[in-house]
């Protein structure tokens, strides 16, 4: 009693209010166009994981679940078999985020498919639940993970984690909560809880080992048991996101305002705000791939003999992420450290004209010419207004001529001011899971996913993701 006596007193808090927004909101009030993003946020998650699955990168969690035995509940994609949604969630968040591929956040930086996606098609296949009950769990997790990740929306890497994993793992409490029907208090306690199983260190960056595969999804299968300890009879406590030890001021030594987040009309979901990549690496280097691509084309780079520097003017948070140890990003040894180096990728576009899953193949890391090229390109950081909302950069190349070539991008590929779009989406799935399954189990799964409508029956998906078995 004195629990219910006390929350009863007190102000209600940052995560009882959200609860209060969104775990009851009715599912008939989702707009079609807010369906539809989840629709396409679904296909290139899938699509991502599968390709990852098909180069062997992210399939740690899939043996995992294979292995582990217990109720044959969802199916691990690429795998073929079904697992207890705890496994389930975790191999496909793993291998969703594999390959850096997946979808962000650009106002929140975070990769929020990753989590959202496997941990409502998990419960969803395991309880059976209807495609409303799905896709309105999926959308409104969105609405979580973005209200959190605009309030911190870089502070939480400037300390060392990834906001993915450790801001994720609350939308993923929630869609358990929304999707299991639990009541408020049992909602409250598993955010509380949750906040207890938040991480995500980033100090992968020290040596291109590959933990960070793991941060989705632990984050989503780290929900679902949030959820049932909750349903158990465990306790957390309501001021889990804004309190003297919560999240914000434990991981990002922030002190946030809710109200900023807290008001919503229903006119406007951040599923649709969710930007596809083109390119599988760090969102940071996108801009300046973009700019490499795009001299490229005007044959700038028709002789790379006469290249004297390649400069990239970025925002300031870039720099440790992409830029620094120089030394370490120019020799870059691993995918890994490929994918976090703007010297290499940019260098990779330089001699390619693109960057895709095959530029960060064991041959191309080592290419003593990627290397020679990637030990020209040098940064300054300074201010641009478009950054967070979208991520831009400016590329300069000085030639042994004396000539100098500029590309501008203030708006990244797939961020709202220039996005991919639906066909965009639709080709990157396409040229995803060719590496991985059959053309016909493709197809299947692209006509599943767009079938994965209100009112329509589920099993369409959970068959043809069953089918889409990765190559051998």
Request: aromatic fraction near 8%.
């Amino acid at each position: 009693m004195s629990e219910i006596k006390t929350a009863a007193t007190r102000e209600a808090s940052f995560s009882e209010r959200l609860l209060a927004l969104f775990l009851d909101y009715p599912a008939e009030r989702i707009p079609q166009s807010a369906v539809r993003a989840v629709q396409l946020c679904m296909k290139d998650t899938i699509g991502v994981a599968l390709a990852g699955g098909a180069f062997g990168v992210g399939t740690s969690g899939l043996r995992v679940a294979a292995e582990a035995g217990g109720p044959a509940e969802s199916t691990v994609w690429g795998g073929g078999f079904s697992a207890s949604r705890v496994d389930a969630a975790l191999a496909n968040g793993m291998l969703a985020h594999a390959l850096d591929f997946d979808d962000t956040h650009p106002a929140a930086i975070m990769h929020s498919s990753t989590v959202n996606i496997p941990v409502a098609l998990a419960i969803g296949e395991a309880i059976k639940a209807p495609a409303s009950e799905i896709l309105s769990a999926a959308i409104l997790g969105y609405e979580v993970s973005a209200r959190l990740g605009r309030l911190g929306a870089g502070p939480f890497q400037d300390h060392g984690f990834q906001s993915t994993a450790v801001l994720g793992v609350f939308a993923s409490t929630f869609i358990a909560a929304r999707l299991l029907k639990v009541n408020a208090s049992v909602a409250r306690n598993a955010m509380g809880i949750a906040g207890s199983m938040a991480s995500g260190l980033m100090e992968y960056l020290s040596d291109g080992t590959d933990v960070k595969q793991m941060h989705p999804g632990w984050a989503a299968q780290a929900g679902i048991r949030a959820v049932q300890l909750a349903r158990a009879g465990l306790s957390g406590p309501a001021t889990v996101l804004e309190g003297r030890f919560g999240v914000f001021k434990a991981y990002a030594r922030l002190d946030i305002d809710p109200e900023a987040v807290l008001s919503f009309d229903g006119s406007r979901f951040e599923v649709e705000e969710m930007a596809p990549k083109p390119y599988p690496a760090c969102l940071c280097v996108h801009p300046m791939v973009q700019g490499t691509i795009n001299l490229r084309a005007r044959g700038v780079f028709d002789r790379l003999d006469m290249v004297e520097d390649i400069h990239c003017e970025v925002p300031q948070w870039y720099v440790d992420l992409v830029f620094e140890p120089s030394v370490q990003k120019v020799a870059a040894r691993n995918a890994y450290e490929g994918r976090f180096s703007a010297q290499f990728c940019v260098a990779r576009a330089a001699l390619d004209g693109k960057l895709g899953v095959k530029s960060f193949l064991p041959e191309n890391i080592t290419d003593p010419e990627v290397a020679r090229i990637a030990g020209k390109v040098s940064y300054r950081a300074r201010p641009f207004a478009e950054f967070p909302e979208t991520f831009p950069a400016l590329v300069r190349v000085r030639l042994t001529d004396g000539s100098v070539h500029e590309a501008s991008v203030p708006h990244n590929l797939g961020s709202a001011k220039l996005p991919m779009g639906e066909a965009g989406v639709n080709a990157k799935f396409r040229d995803n899971v060719i590496f991985a399954i059959s053309e016909s189990s493709a197809d299947r799964l692209d006509a599943a996913i767009k079938n994965m409508q209100p009112g329509k029956p589920t099993d369409g998906l959970w068959s043809a993701l069953k089918e889409a078995k990765l190559r051998r």
